[in-house]
């Protein structure tokens, strides 16, 4: 990389024409506002916008980065001082020669110092695919040296690379940033969301609290609520706002809270999926696992070939409509709605019931089928969400009127 371009980016930050955006980050279960991530913007003179992916790849060459990265850590410090006691976490981005940095926890520090910020309202980030390329006991020094000023620690585009096992075991990170590319089929792959079950087992097994970014459609938001995902970003919510934009949101926003650091409350429910559908798959067409209170839900499985199907998550009410718009006559949808629905399921569990039976009939092009639905309700280990599991079985198919 020239001299001359190293060059144009610093007259750039002296300029400020590099400037940090902010893109929130929000409670997957509330929606409230809880952090942020600042990201690099370089808007010239003339009005021209480079984007990140022109300037930053060429930076990281060399150490060269470092420059534009403590420029952002400043400019994170100055933003967290003026939001005072309205102000949330934001974590900045730093590349892998910050591993190799001398004193990189001791300048952290002291800059936190000068603006007055405490070390748990900013959040270092470096991705995974940057850890790979440092030798292990190196970067291990570099984290418990971070963690020991009271900063936390997150891996960004967690899956994308191959350190995820042994990296995240032994050091000590706080927050696992999970590859936008995971969410990029809207969760309705098998096998993607097979490994993001993983990924979300394997946090909250390590007592780690997760991030998903990439967040654009409402079935990725139910997806991750049932997944139990902490924090969420992107543009469902909100894309990467100017300072003063984000400043307003902040300010407008209720007071915030830090996270619990019980991670007992952080256990994901998801975790015995796997065990329930080995066991009774083969027996029913659909499973569903849903949350009454969050009034979203989790196709966990649909055989093949069935006629009434559901969309991979999405919301309860919803789906209660649409199986009620399907009945085969008043009584059915009546008796659907008196005791599967949301509503009277909630009831149910108030009553002390935890088991709901009904046998409801659907109407398709090929006929009149009878199916059963058993739900079991139960009460969040931890919170007050009723949680439930909806098994569906056929009992009686149409008759072929035109067999071959």
Not at 287 to 302: C, E, P, R
Request: hydrophobic share 40%; with cysteine.
């Amino acid at each position: 990389m020239n001299s001359s371009f190293i060059n144009e980016v610093i007259a750039a930050i002296e300029s400020r024409e590099i400037k940090a955006y902010y893109q929130p980050q929000y409670d997957a279960n509330t929606g409230r506002l809880v952090s942020a991530e600042a990201l690099v913007r370089w808007e010239k003179a003339n009005g021209e916008i480079v984007s990140p992916d022109s300037f930053i790849p060429e930076l990281e060459k060399t150490e060269a980065i470092n420059l534009l990265d403590w420029f952002m850590a400043e400019e994170v410090c100055r933003t967290i001082h003026e939001l005072g006691e309205a102000a949330v976490p934001i974590a900045v981005n730093f590349s892998r020669w910050h591993i190799r940095e001398r004193d990189f926890s001791r300048k952290l520090n002291s800059l936190l110092s000068t603006y007055g910020i405490q070390p748990r309202m900013f959040e270092v980030e470096i991705t995974e695919s940057a850890m790979a390329a440092v030798e292990f006991n190196v970067i291990q020094e570099w984290a418990y040296n971070v963690a020991d000023i009271g900063v936390s620690i997150a891996i960004d585009d967690f899956g994308a690379g191959f350190t995820s096992l042994q990296f995240v075991k032994d050091l000590p990170v706080n927050f696992l940033k999970i590859d936008k590319a995971f969410l990029a089929d809207n969760c309705q792959d098998d096998r993607g969301r097979g490994t993001l079950e993983t990924v979300f087992f394997f946090a909250n097994k390590l007592n780690l609290s997760t991030i998903a970014e990439g967040v654009e459609t409402i079935e990725q938001l139910k997806f991750m609520q049932n997944m139990d995902c902490d924090r969420v970003q992107g543009y469902l919510f909100s894309k990467p706002l100017k300072k003063e934009d984000f400043l307003v949101i902040a300010l407008m926003d209720n007071q915030p809270t830090v996270d619990d650091d019980n991670f007992l409350k952080k256990q994901g429910t998801f975790s015995t999926h796997s065990l329930l559908l080995k066991a009774i798959r083969d027996e029913y067409d659909m499973i569903i696992f849903g949350n009454l209170y969050k009034n979203s839900y989790y196709l966990m499985h649909q055989r093949d070939g069935v006629k009434f199907k559901a969309a991979t998550a999405g919301v309860i009410d919803d789906m209660s409509e649409a199986t009620i718009a399907m009945s085969a006559d008043y009584d059915s949808g009546k008796k659907y709605r008196d005791t599967l629905s949301r509503p009277a399921l909630i009831k149910a569990f108030n009553e002390g019931k935890t088991r709901v039976e009904c046998e409801v009939k659907i109407k398709t092009e090929l006929g009149v089928h009878e199916f059963i639905t058993v739900v079991h309700l139960m009460k969040h280990p931890y919170r007050d969400d009723i949680l439930m599991i909806g098994m569906s079985r056929t009992v009686k198919n149409p008759v072929d009127t035109n067999p071959a």
